[in-house]
């Protein structure tokens, strides 16, 4: 069964498009380790994150209902640090480690929205800039 909340059932509108992200699980059934992801939509709220679990460490029940704590590079260069709880856990296909989660912020501060807010106001630039990020991203693990 599928949990994911369909589109029109959101409180808060979503914007859609990929932002790196580094994601590490904060639960003790899940073996401890910083996994790379991105952000697939995003709201002031909570996001869509997929990640890859390259080495099979994650079982998508355990996800759900766990706490993770979400990092983000902003444009700026400013690395924000957001703790979330996931809400819905899917593995994309069985036979592959991909994952896409659906997370709602936790006790978010006003700094952090605001962060939040800028990224999401992005949605109307130019989407090139935020591959060279990702690829800067990448270069520097």
Known sequence: MNNTPSYDQRRHERIRFAYPVEIK???PHVEQAIYEGYFDDVSIKGACLQ???KFGRVMVGELTESKMRVSIKMPDGEKIIIISKVRWAK???PQKLHFTIGVEFENIEDWQLEAVKKLVSIKDKDHNMMWS????YQKQI
């Not at 990020?133 to 800067?136: I, T």
């Open 25 to 27: 699980i904060l639960s």
């Open 51 to 53: 990640f890859e679990d």
């Open 91 to 93: 593995k994309d296909m």
């Open 133 to 136: 990020l990702w690829d800067n």
